[in-house]
């Protein structure tokens, strides 16, 4: 123990570096705007207020954002988690000409950036007529390569003699998928499914350009918006609305993070 103190001195010190910005962003979305520009500053509000909350829902449209934020992130998931575990069965369990081929196609994807696609996915939204519109946030995103990976590999290390089992009881490949072997890869989709609603829920590159009017900006977008012109100077606002952006997923993701150890160690060793 007493050769390991260091360790956890670097420990205690990188978490202090990563939760400080987090917690005077919290501290100071209860400032007033003349605390937070008081020299030297503040730590802890000394006349805590939630004007800022009060401001950011009446005179914002943070409602609204919250509900595209909502409505986007939760159908990208459900997406992912339906498509993706298909594809991924398909991979690892069906015999077909070609299989491994498609396979090294979608490693092959993984490794091109997404600023590479950028371009020509919006050029195709926008042909198709959908920009500025719910299936074009969230279309281009209902299946990830990494999904279809992550749950390949979690198929493969279930058995086969269980779908033999049920091919000999007269159960059709759909039962067999959707019955026996998709419950089994609980902690696979636990994982996909939080990664991919953190994912979504923070995306700001595709929203930004997709969503051309405020009935259909998402969250990061409109606090983005929100930090230029006459509300950059109002800082409390700004840190209200990050707040509102980071709480929900980051308590998703501290109520289920060993769901998603549990699915990356498994998926690793299988």
Request: with cysteine; net charge positive.
């Amino acid at each position: 123990m007493r050769k390991t103190w260091w360790i956890y001195l670097i420990a205690v010190l990188g978490l202090i570096a990563v939760a400080a910005p987090f917690l005077w962003m919290l501290l100071g979305s209860f400032k007033t705007q003349g605390e937070l520009l008081r020299v030297p500053p503040t730590w802890l509000p000394e006349a805590p207020t939630t004007q800022n909350y009060d401001d950011l829902f009446s005179k914002a449209n943070f409602p609204r954002y919250f509900l595209n934020s909502g409505i986007v992130a939760i159908a990208v998931t459900a997406g992912n988690l339906l498509f993706c575990s298909m594809v991924g069965y398909a991979l690892a369990k069906l015999n077909f000409r070609g299989r491994n081929a498609l396979f090294l196609v979608v490693l092959g994807t993984l490794m091109i950036p997404g600023v590479v696609t950028f371009v020509p996915l919006f050029i195709l939204v926008t042909n198709a007529g959908l920009a500025n519109t719910y299936p074009g946030l969230i279309l281009p995103f209902l299946v990830s390569p990494f999904g279809v990976f992550l749950m390949r590999q979690f198929f493969q290390g279930l058995p086969d003699d269980l779908m033999d089992a049920a091919r000999v009881d007269g159960s059709s490949e759909l039962g067999i998928f959707g019955r026996i072997m998709l419950p089994l890869t609980k902690p696979a989709l636990a994982t996909l499914g939080i990664l991919t609603f953190l994912g979504s829920w923070n995306n700001f590159l595709w929203p930004l350009v997709v969503a051309q009017t405020e009935e259909k900006y998402t969250l990061p977008v409109a606090l983005a918006l929100y930090s230029t012109g006459q509300n950059a100077q109002n800082f409390g606002l700004l840190m209200a609305g990050a707040v509102v952006v980071v709480l929900p997923v980051l308590v998703i993701f501290l109520a289920f993070q060993r769901h998603v150890t549990k699915g990356i160690a498994i998926t690793g060793i299988k």
